[in-house]
């Protein structure tokens, strides 16, 4: 497809003409306006005589631009870095104070990395699909999907509050020894996961090293399950964690503090991201490490890292230099005490708009929706008709779709289900014991009908956030798109060729084979739990897929990765500069190579 620009810098100066301006289907961007007074920026930063009346106090440098569709095509929406409140329709608008722009250069003499501002044509009068478009059209006409999950309640990262967010997640301030953030986990580079299988959280050789190379101190990691994406974190309105311990119900959200999974948790507020972002910091294993308030409850824990934060009560003088208050009082507005506005409750919020404030869902799947018939193959087309088509399910008389499960636009029916993925790692719960089992759901009730079962998760981006299974098993998407045919056998292969020592953060681990001597007892439990629902109707189905099939699913399934998220340029804007930071613990992540992240 051509993609024009016509106009390639933005105020943009500003950004020392390093932000990009990008385009989705066909059309251009022009440039309308030049300055306030038609002073270009490179003449205003040269000292044009025409640019002095621009340093009057309070001028602003004002850019402009239009998106013209090509012929056949129509503008849409903008998307990427977003354009001033007050842009109408297919302009827009950049406002920036001459101060901005000063402070700016001042701190980032080598211009700025800031995400691409993108123009998004869709077809006009998009002709009728043909052949096997039409055919994925038929297979997907019962979801009535159009590609797009967003409900209009997700939160602009230039938003106060997810600006206060990002910082928070990005502070090691949060975690009781300052060696670990809530990005340690979840960062945006990657795929807001950590690409490995078990995370590292507390306790690790190099705090700022994150995803593969990142050790524990002791040797093997000790968190029990896979870290899911933040990403796209929104589309779950049911539950959150793979045990769905973070529930909403109709009197309000149950949590692990709640007395029981079916009764509310009166602190934990009416924001289901916000109710799950109040308990990485009281995990041993995550935040809080071993020796922090011993003995105390949850809640006083909360308590003492707001404290730090906000510089008062038995907290007052932990962060040197701490700037915390200031960040508060902007995001929400009001000039209050840190002892009435610096509470866990309102850095739970804030956390909660920053996740919020990560809408990737702009995919090659959403553009063929809308009309762009060439923004998938063929191969991925036709895994689309295996992914929505229903099949005969082994063993009993009735048919299933991969889509029945990863349902919606979503791609998620936020159900619990049974799957048999294998069994790694130290497990969790009391039923998991020493054993290294995780009875998933079963963990939470008393009866065993629960057990084994985890979240269905969305399959939105699902390529790039692997390992995947509950326990980070599986290294490669094939694997696990290959794992719903004939499960039992595609596990008995698993742990015949090696198992986790196949996983990039286990392969070179002294005693690789002897770190999980009950993963492969504990995953025959899960399996056998998995072909006993399944027996009922009420499991993962069974399936005969073809080997080429699972080829063309995997090819439908990298159709669901939004391309901004593969682009650390346009991922900037979830990421905060070390010049940001409110304190001296911010994670400024990099690989094992020493890249920035």
């Known amino acids: 497809m051509p993609r024009v620009i016509l106009a390639l810098c933005l105020v943009m100066g500003l950004f020392a003409c390093k932000h990009p301006l990008e385009i989705k289907g066909q059309g251009s961007i022009v440039e309308r306006i030049y300055g306030e007074r038609g002073c270009s920026w490179e003449e205003f930063q040269a000292g044009d005589i025409r640019c002095t009346e621009n340093n009057v106090k309070g001028e602003r440098y004002l850019v402009s631009y239009e998106a013209i569709p090509e012929p056949g095509w129509k503008f849409s929406h903008w998307e990427g870095l977003p354009c ?129 190379g990142r050790e524990r101190r002791g040797g093997r990691p000790t968190v029990p399950r896979n870290s899911p994406s933040t990403f796209n974190a929104w589309v779950y309105q049911e539950a959150l964690f793979w045990d769905g311990r973070v529930s909403q119900l109709s009197s309000g959200i149950s949590t692990p503090d709640s007395e029981a999974p079916w009764k509310s948790d009166p602190l934990a507020g009416d924001d289901l991201i916000a109710a799950q972002s109040r308990f990485p910091v009281v995990a041993e294993e995550e935040m809080r490490g071993h020796d922090f308030l011993l003995g105390a409850e949850t809640e006083a824990i909360r308590t003492r890292i707001a404290q730090r934060i906000g510089d008062y009560g038995p907290g007052a003088g932990e962060i040197e230099n701490n700037r915390w208050l200031a960040e508060f009082r902007t995001a929400f507005n009001s000039k209050q005490s840190a002892e009435k ?18 809408v990737f869902v702009d995919t090659p799947w959403k553009a063929f929706l809308e009309g762009d018939y060439e923004a998938i193959s063929n191969q991925a087309k036709r895994g689309a008709l295996v992914f929505f088509q229903q099949k005969p399910i082994i063993g009993i008389n009735a048919t299933a779709a991969c889509s029945d499960c990863h349902s919606g636009d979503r791609f998620t029916n936020e159900d619990f289900q049974a799957s048999g993925f294998p069994q790694i790692g130290p497990g969790r719960g009391d039923k998991g014991g020493a054993s290294g089992d995780d009875r998933g759901r079963g963990n939470l009730y008393s009866s065993d009908t629960q057990d084994y079962r985890f979240r269905v998760p969305s ?79 009420n499991g993962i189905p069974l399936i005969d897929f073809t080997e080429v099939e699972i080829d063309q699913m995997v090819a439908f399934l990298r159709t669901l990765t939004d391309p901004c998220i593969e682009k650390r340029s346009c991922l900037s804007l979830w990421i905060p500069s070390p010049r940001e930071a409110p304190d001296g613990h911010q994670l400024n992540a990099v690989n094992k190579q020493g890249r920035k992240l």
């Not at 506005?341 to 990560?358: C, P």
């Not at 039992?488 to 953060?505: I, K, T």
């Open 459 to 537: 399959l939105l981006n699902v390529a790039n956030t692997g390992p995947w299974g509950h326990a980070g098993a599986y290294g490669s998407l094939r694997r696990v798109v290959a794992h719903y045919d004939l499960l039992d056998e595609r596990v008995d292969e698993y742990f015949a060729s090696g198992g986790w020592c196949n996983l990039d953060q286990f392969k070179d681990m002294n005693n690789c084979a002897g770190l999980y001597t009950q993963a492969e007892s504990n995953t025959a439990k899960a399996v056998a739990k998995t072909l006993k629902d399944n027996e009922v109707a």
């Open 341 to 358: 506005l610096v509470t866990y409750d309102n850095i739970a919020l804030a956390l909660a708009a920053y996740q919020r404030s990560q």
């Open 84 to 212: 001033a409140e007050d842009s109408v329709g297919d302009y827009c608008e950049f406002d920036v104070p001459k101060s901005g722009i000063d402070k700016a250069h001042a701190e980032n003499p080598d211009g700025l990395e800031v995400a691409a501002t993108i123009a998004v044509f869709v077809r006009d009068n998009t002709p009728e699909p043909e052949g096997l478009d039409l055919q994925v059209f038929r297979a997907v006409s019962a979801d009535e999907l159009d590609g797009d999950p967003r409900r209009g309640d997700e939160f602009s990262i230039r938003h106060p509050l997810a600006q206060l967010g990002k910082k928070l997640f990005f502070s090691k301030s949060l975690s009781a020894d300052f060696d670990v953030a809530c990005a340690s986990c979840h960062h945006p580079t990657l795929a807001g996961g950590d690409k490995l299988s078990l995370p590292v959280g507390v306790e690790a050789r190099k705090p700022n090293l994150l995803g593969p």
